[in-house]
């Protein structure tokens, strides 16, 4: 709790422009390496989509490591998934962007 009332303000006049604004840095391109291919084709062919799920998750907290670099436009754009794939490394946005 904050002992004192406090109040912040911003350019956008409402919260349909800051959803436009923050919709443009995650743009619908697909991944196409090789390896991320792969790596959908193996969780595609798993049964059922609970299944899927737990191969995502299980595939992405033992292989990408969290590591925030939060300077720059990198501190509210995600990275490429292709990238954080080949780096093995991305912060929050990143490892949930794909």
Known sequence: MRP????QFSEFESWGEVNAWAGAL??????T????VALVAR???EPT???R???ALAFTQREIRYFSLSFGE???????P????QRRFGDCKDKSYS
Request: aromatic share 12%; hydrophobic share 45%; net charge positive.
């Open 74 to 80: 990198s501190s509210h754009r995600p990275a490429a």
């Open 53 to 55: 799920l737990t191969d």
């Open 82 to 85: 292709d990238l954080v794939l």
């Open 33 to 36: 390496s090789p390896e991320f």
């Open 49 to 51: 989509p609970q299944a």
């Open 4 to 7: 004192f009332r406090w109040i």
């Open 26 to 31: 995650f743009p619908r391109k697909p991944a």
């Open 43 to 45: 969780l595609r062919a």
